[in-house]
């Protein structure tokens, strides 16, 4: 079955850029669908960060657009998350998915990621 | 679209019956609206899409009704195992956003 799992660094200081990687096994990103990020926090509660295509097109959440990149690497079966200029609002758990069609809902999850914004 | 649920906290005993409630501030066209489960430590779970389909594997005492702006899922016959939060989202225009979660206990 399809599995995603996140991996990164759990510790970012302030002002550096957050770089995570999902692995995807089970289906091939380059098979179709859209495949997104989401973070929650005990504050916000869950957000969608951007969401990617197989073919690289990206779109993002207006509120992070500035400091986001989604990219794909379909070879390696994996897509990424950077932002930029963390600060400690972004401390949160982040949560790679792949949709059910279309642009929703998130059918596949993975574990998530708890990273830490502090120097 | 602002997604707003309620309860904020549900307290009800097995066998009973959740109603919970999410309602949007402007129309969700489609009913691109989903429901999730999500318990302690994990990710969210997906129990409902299109406001009405369970997802492969939900049993049947889970069933989501509504459209346009107001949106319900039922949780009949209740089970120790189904406490937890549930969110609503939608997917119809970005940003997806989810609301802010019903907490369901079971006494």
């Known amino acids: 079955q399809v599995q995603l799992e996140e991996s990164g660094p759990g510790l970012v200081k302030p002002s550096e850029t957050l770089s995570l990687t999902c692995t995807v096994s089970g289906y091939s990103i380059s098979s179709g669908y859209y495949w997104g990020w989401i973070r929650q926090t005990p504050g916000k509660g869950l957000e969608w960060i951007g969401s990617?295509?197989?073919?690289?097109?990206?779109y993002y959440n207006p509120t992070l657009e500035s400091r986001v990149t989604i990219s794909v690497d379909t070879p390696k079966n994996q897509f990424f998350l950077r932002l930029s200029s963390v600060t400690a609002a972004d401390t949160a758990v982040y949560y790679c998915?792949?949709?059910?069609?279309?642009?929703?809902?998130?059918?596949?999850w993975g574990h998530g990621t708890l990273v830490n914004v502090s120097s | 679209i602002v997604l707003t649920q309620s309860p904020g906290t549900l307290s009800l005993s097995p066998g009973e019956r959740a109603p919970l409630s999410c309602r949007a501030s402007?129309?969700?066209?489609?009913?691109?609206l989903a429901w999730y489960q999500q318990k302690p430590g994990q990710a969210p779970r997906l129990l409902i899409y299109?406001?009405?389909n369970r997802a492969a594997g939900i049993p049947d005492r889970f069933s989501g009704s509504g459209s346009g702006t107001d949106f319900t899922l039922t949780i009949s016959r209740l089970e120790p195992e189904d406490s937890a939060v549930y969110y609503c989202?939608?997917?119809?225009?970005?940003?997806?956003?989810f609301g802010q979660g019903t907490r369901l206990e079971i006494k």
């Open positions: 402007q129309s969700v066209s489609d009913s691109f």
């Open positions: 989202q939608q997917y119809r225009s970005p940003p997806y956003t």
């Open positions: 998915a792949r949709v059910l069609s279309r642009s929703g809902p998130w059918v596949y």
């Open positions: 299109d406001a009405s």
């Open positions: 990617i295509y197989h073919s690289g097109s990206a």
